[in-house]
T-cell receptor, first 113, second 115 residues
Framework: DSGVTQTPKHLITATGQRVTLRCSPR?????VYWYQQSLDQGLQFLIQ???????AKGNILERFSAQQFPDLHSELNLSSLELGDSALYFC????????????FGSGTQLSVL | AQKITQTQPGMFVQEKEAVTLDCTYD???????LFWYKQPSSGEMIFLIY??????QNATEGRYSLNFQKARKSANLVISASQLGDSAMYFC????????????FGKGTTLSVSS
């Protein structure tokens, strides 16, 4: 168990809908990262938050947004969903520093029908 | 821009044999970290090993070792004495010491271990 909790584990929805994925980082970790994993794109970094502030942006679509709350949990909001958004979404957390590994949650499998 | 390249989509090995998974990276930064993760069919991401750019010795963690060749910008993972449970996808990743600290991942290599 990595200590990172993601909910829900599975999500099935329709095109055009909006969903929210939730992540609770490991106790003490201030950084939260969101990744999208699909067969064609691999593991793509979406966005990082550090202690409530956006730290870095990757390949995140404008239809997607995220935030980190004062209790350090994070939510990833996906709107106007398209078939191509179907993927495994990972949350990860870490302490600061270039040597620090990321601890991954078990992921949310999103299926857009 | 930073980039990780894993050129082997799939590798096949027999139990008890050693296997090397290739990883090359590209960065202009002097300070960076290299990571390997394992993703079994169950989907979770499992950290295996870390190598810092200034580390003088190659990293080792049990049956895993990292063959770090800085001049060639390569960070190959060596798994000794393969086991059936090693069958999984393996990802090489890099973090550079910039404002953001996210890991950039390669496309991965699928390792299949047979008996």
């Amino acid at each position: 168990d990595s200590g990172v909790t993601q909910t829900p584990k599975h999500l099935i929805t329709a095109t055009g809908q909006r969903v929210t994925l939730r992540c609770s980082p490991r106790s003490g970790d201030l950084s939260v990262y969101w990744y999208q994993q699909s067969l064609d794109q691999g593991l793509q970094f979406l966005i990082q938050y550090y202690n409530g502030e956006e730290r870095a942006k990757g390949n995140i679509l404008e239809r997607f947004s995220a935030q980190q709350f004062p209790d350090l949990h994070s939510e990833l909001n996906l709107s106007s969903l398209e078939l191509g958004d179907s993927a495994l979404y990972f949350c990860a957390s870490s302490v600061a520093g270039v040597r620090e590994k990321l601890f991954f949650g078990s992921g949310t499998q999103l299926s857009v029908l | 821009a930073q980039k990780i390249t894993q050129t082997q989509p799939g590798m096949f090995v027999q139990e008890k044999e050693a296997v090397t998974l290739d990883c090359t990276y590209d960065t202009s930064d002097q300070s960076y970290g290299l990571f390997w993760y394992k993703q079994p069919s169950s989907g979770e991401m499992i950290f295996l090993i870390y190598q810092g750019s200034y580390d003088e010795q190659n990293a080792t963690e049990g049956r895993y070792s990292l063959n770090f060749q800085k001049a060639r910008k390569s960070a190959n993972l060596v798994i000794s004495a393969s086991q059936l449970g090693d069958s999984a996808m393996y990802f090489c990743a890099m973090r550079v010491n910039q404002a953001g600290t996210a890991l950039i991942f390669g496309k991965g290599t699928t390792l299949s271990v047979s008996s």
